[in-house]
């Protein structure tokens, strides 16, 4: 859930104590690219600011998701402009699978061709 009102199995009075108390959305979507094969990318800016990418990519016969667990890079590949910038952190549980919801919302309203929202 990504809304505090999507949890239906909560009561009412309880979901908007909660809403009023704690942020469910670790991830704020800025950008959304798609490509002529259908591949779609994301980025998205973290609660401290930061940004990350996920990119959702048709395959044969399914979506492959490719998805960020750390701001930045350690690599220091000259070719890439996330490794300039080096490692900045680890992503949080929470921000790796905020990711996953926001790649099967979008699958959901946007079926790649072919394969659904699988």
């Not at 590949?77 to 926001?102: D, K, P, S, W, Y």
Request: some cysteine; charged content about 30%; overall charge neutral.
């Amino acid at each position: 859930a990504l809304e505090w009102d999507e949890l239906r199995n909560l009561p009412r009075a309880l979901r908007e104590a909660l809403a009023e108390r704690y942020d469910l959305r670790a991830l704020s979507p800025l950008e959304r690219q798609e490509s002529s094969d259908g591949t779609r990318k994301f980025l998205f800016r973290l609660r401290d600011g930061q940004t990350v990418e996920s990119v959702i990519i048709p395959m044969e016969s399914h979506a492959t998701f490719c998805l960020s667990t750390q701001v930045g890079c350690a690599m220091a590949c000259r070719f890439c402009a996330t490794a300039r910038g080096g490692l900045v952190r680890n992503l949080e549980a929470g921000e790796i699978l905020e990711q996953i919801t926001h790649l099967k919302r979008d699958l959901a309203t946007t079926p790649v061709a072919g394969h659904g929202d699988r």
